[in-house]
């Protein structure tokens, strides 16, 4: 190892590392070897290169430190002295030598984002007039110039084609969006990612590919419009790329006002800013651009009867899944006795479950339309039909509501999802039922045969001073259902389900005994005795 001078700064220990001649372009200042404080026992060992290698050298970090393999720690085994001879040796071996014969140059583009984000932050002060751009769509083959939305005092604009989604990210950002005003933006599709080789770096650099990529009538536009109603508009351009997006606003925009006790200061924006352009469409934040059945999913219509434990969580799940509209129904204030495993917390306590849980749900996923009734599920069923509706999901576990169901599937066919657990979740199960197929076997019930363990009366609880009865069991049981119910209905709304089954989640014997004495699982489940748990699969009827 080289012999180290040492430098002492902010706790850690800067050793400057001898580097080779570098021919003409391909030089930097310096090199340390950082050592935290601690080392070797505790924090790990790694490089940092001067500032003027940020940005001009693959792989570094906005404080020069070097992404590679480095110091392997103490659970390595090694010797400090041998965790930095690896260190020092995969410096040279896999940057310096690879990065002198021009190998890594092409790895700006595997990371174009992360050098964007370091740039933008350099450039980055209080008082930019845009801080950040959400787009709310996917990228269009065309390019297009549009008003959009500026976000005051939170300086985000919410750019793109999704006006409902527009408005729910609006509602989301809360006290961030208390005021709104209009830009212009220039939207232009291209071929490939940036590097720092190939950013515009002045507004005259962008005005000519802007040139270049809009057609006529819209390049006028955007030069033209930069007044509206009397008032100076920002202008801002997006050049999506097919993994990321680079945002700019232009210099001449309106000033950024700030107050500073009795008096206010005014901050031009005096040359282009480079901006942060995130993807908030739910393509990417539901699925992240690998499941492409989320387009599908964002127009179905969800219809799930009962809002407590088991729904809520479910509820929040396919607002998760990318589902576009899902009605709530339940009836039922949310108690003390609901806060220790339902979605909603104390908060909540004396309000109507599907009213706060809609309200919730649609704050945290601005892509989904959450319509709350806070009236039975037999009550709904009565007075709306089941037009319109492409999936049922009945989480209630009350008979009367499976056979209002049965009435109103014949008149108006779906799919339909029974879901429920039973007690201490030992067992938990969607019954799949296709369009067209019944829930009924003939004129009786099947919910009470397709059950795992024979339950003895005394397993439900009674609640003191009212009739009702409930199971025993903790949210983090109840998890198994959430996944159980989800899944299945998931694999409904995108029709991968053409015959009716029952999907079930079964402790084994282990588990009951734990909670009850003398349970015995149904000759189906018996498969679960020996282990903690299994997933099972059957058909629904013969």
Same mark, same amino acid.
């Not at 588990?511 to 489940?525: E, F, I, Q, T, V």
């Given at each position: 190892?080289?012999?180290?001078?040492?430098?002492?700064?902010?706790?850690?220990?800067?050793?400057?590392? *001898?580097?080779? #001649?570098?021919?003409?372009?391909?030089?930097? %200042?310096?090199? /340390?070897?950082?050592?935290?404080?601690?080392?070797?026992?505790?924090?790990?060992?790694?490089?940092?290169?001067?500032?003027?290698?940020?940005?001009?050298?693959?792989?570094?970090?906005?404080? &020069? +430190?070097?992404?590679?393999?480095?110091?392997?720690?103490?659970?390595?085994?090694?010797?400090?002295?041998?965790?930095?001879?690896?260190?020092?040796?995969?410096?040279?071996?896999?940057? $310096?030598?690879?990065?002198?014969? &021009?190998?890594?140059?092409?790895?700006?583009?595997?990371?174009?984002? =992360?050098?964007?984000?370091?740039?933008?932050?350099?450039?980055?002060?209080?008082?930019?007039?845009?801080?950040?751009?959400?787009?709310? +769509?996917?990228?269009?083959?065309?390019?297009?110039?549009?008003?959009?939305?500026?976000?005051?005092? &939170?300086?985000?604009?919410?750019?793109?084609?999704?006006?409902? #989604?527009?408005?729910?990210?609006?509602?989301?950002? &809360? =006290?961030?969006?208390?005021?709104?005003?209009?830009?212009?933006?220039?939207?232009? !599709?291209?071929?490939?990612?940036?590097?720092?080789?190939?950013?515009?770096?002045?507004?005259?650099?962008?005005?000519?590919?802007?040139?270049?990529?809009?057609?006529?009538?819209?390049?006028?536009?955007?030069?033209? %419009?930069?007044?509206?109603?009397?008032?100076?508009?920002?202008?801002?351009?997006?050049?999506?790329?097919?993994?990321?997006?680079?945002?700019?606003?232009?210099?001449?925009?309106? !000033?950024?006002?700030?107050?500073?006790?009795?008096?206010?200061?005014?901050?031009?924006?005096?040359?282009?800013? !480079?901006?942060?352009?995130?993807?908030?469409?739910?393509? /990417?934040?539901?699925?992240?651009?690998?499941?492409?059945?989320?387009?599908?999913?964002? %127009?179905?219509?969800?219809?799930?009867? @009962?809002?407590?434990?088991?729904?809520?969580?479910?509820? +929040? %799940?396919?607002?998760?899944?990318?589902? @576009?509209? $899902?009605?709530?129904?339940?009836?039922?204030?949310?108690?003390?006795?609901?806060?220790?495993?339902?979605?909603?917390?104390?908060?909540?306590?004396?309000?109507?479950?599907?009213?706060?849980?809609?309200?919730?749900?649609?704050?945290?996923?601005?892509?989904? *339309?959450?319509?709350?009734?806070?009236?039975?599920?037999?009550?709904?069923?009565?007075?709306?039909?089941?037009?319109?509706?492409?999936?049922?999901? +009945?989480?209630?576990?009350?008979?009367?509501?499976?056979?209002?169901?049965?009435?109103?599937?014949?008149?108006?066919?779906?799919?339909?999802?029974?879901?429920?657990?039973?007690?201490?979740?030992?067992?938990?199960?969607?019954?799949?039922?296709?369009?067209?197929?019944?829930?009924?076997?003939?004129?009786?019930? !099947?919910?009470?045969?397709?059950?795992?363990?024979? /339950?003895?009366?005394?397993?439900?609880?009674?609640?003191?001073?009212?009739?009702?009865?409930?199971?025993?069991?903790?949210?983090?049981?109840?998890?198994?259902?959430?996944?159980?119910?989800?899944?299945?209905?998931?694999?409904?709304?995108?029709?991968?389900?053409?015959?009716?089954?029952?999907?079930?989640?079964?402790?084994?014997?282990?588990?009951?005994?734990?909670?009850?004495?003398?349970?015995?699982?149904?000759?189906?489940?018996?498969?679960?005795?020996?282990?903690?748990?299994?997933?099972?699969?059957?058909?629904?009827?013969?």
């Amino acid at each position: 190892m080289p012999e180290l001078k040492r430098v002492t700064r902010n706790k850690e220990r800067l050793f400057p590392i *001898r580097l080779p #001649l570098f021919p003409d372009g391909r030089q930097f %200042q310096a090199a /340390w070897l950082v050592l935290p404080s601690g080392f070797p026992h505790e924090g790990l060992a790694r490089i940092r290169l001067s500032e003027d290698a940020v940005l001009r050298l693959p792989h570094v970090e906005s404080k &020069g +430190d070097i992404c590679l393999d480095g110091d392997s720690g103490v659970i390595s085994g090694n010797t400090a002295e041998d965790r930095l001879n690896i260190l020092l040796r995969n410096f040279y071996l896999d940057f $310096i030598d690879p990065w002198l014969t &021009g190998d890594l140059d092409a790895d700006f583009s595997l990371e174009a984002l =992360n050098y964007w984000t370091i740039h933008v932050s350099r450039s980055a002060s209080l008082y930019d007039a845009v801080t950040r751009i959400y787009t709310v +769509d996917t990228c269009s083959k065309n390019p297009r110039v549009y008003q959009a939305r500026l976000l005051l005092p &939170g300086r985000i604009v919410v750019a793109g084609d999704n006006p409902s #989604l527009a408005d729910g990210i609006i509602k989301s950002l &809360g =006290n961030r969006a208390s005021q709104i005003s209009n830009v212009l933006i220039a939207d232009i !599709p291209i071929s490939y990612e940036l590097t720092p080789s190939t950013w515009p770096r002045k507004e005259f650099d962008l005005e000519r590919l802007i040139a270049n990529r809009l057609p006529e009538p819209l390049r006028n536009k955007f030069a033209k %419009q930069t007044r509206r109603r009397g008032r100076a508009i920002h202008r801002i351009v997006i050049l999506r790329a097919p993994r990321c997006s680079f945002g700019f606003l232009l210099s001449g925009a309106p !000033p950024t006002v700030v107050e500073r006790g009795h008096s206010k200061r005014s901050y031009p924006t005096r040359q282009m800013l !480079p901006l942060f352009v995130e993807r908030i469409d739910p393509s /990417w934040t539901c699925g992240r651009d690998q499941h492409p059945e989320i387009g599908n999913r964002q %127009q179905k219509h969800v219809l799930v009867l @009962g809002a407590g434990a088991l729904g809520s969580s479910v509820i +929040d %799940q396919l607002a998760k899944a990318g589902i @576009g509209r $899902i009605s709530v129904v339940d009836t039922e204030i949310l108690s003390t006795a609901n806060i220790g495993r339902h979605l909603l917390g104390a908060e909540s306590i004396g309000r109507a479950k599907a009213d706060v849980l809609a309200q919730r749900i649609a704050l945290s996923n601005p892509a989904i *339309r959450l319509d709350p009734f806070n009236m039975s599920a037999q009550a709904w069923i009565d007075k709306h039909t089941l037009a319109g509706v492409d999936v049922v999901l +009945d989480l209630t576990g009350e008979p009367e509501v499976r056979w209002c169901l049965e009435k109103a599937r014949k008149v108006n066919p779906c799919p339909l999802l029974i879901g429920w657990m039973e007690p201490y979740v030992a067992a938990a199960h969607a019954c799949l039922v296709p369009a067209g197929e019944g829930w009924m076997f003939a004129t009786s019930d !099947p919910l009470e045969s397709l059950q795992a363990i024979e /339950w003895p009366a005394e397993v439900m609880q009674k609640e003191p001073a009212c009739s009702s009865e409930f199971q025993a069991y903790t949210s983090a049981a109840a998890a198994h259902a959430v996944a159980v119910v989800t899944e299945a209905a998931l694999a409904l709304i995108d029709n991968h389900i053409n015959q009716p089954i029952v999907r079930s989640w079964v402790r084994g014997q282990s588990s009951l005994d734990m909670h009850y004495p003398g349970l015995k699982h149904r000759n189906w489940a018996e498969k679960a005795v020996p282990f903690d748990g299994i997933s099972m699969e059957r058909v629904f009827r013969d």
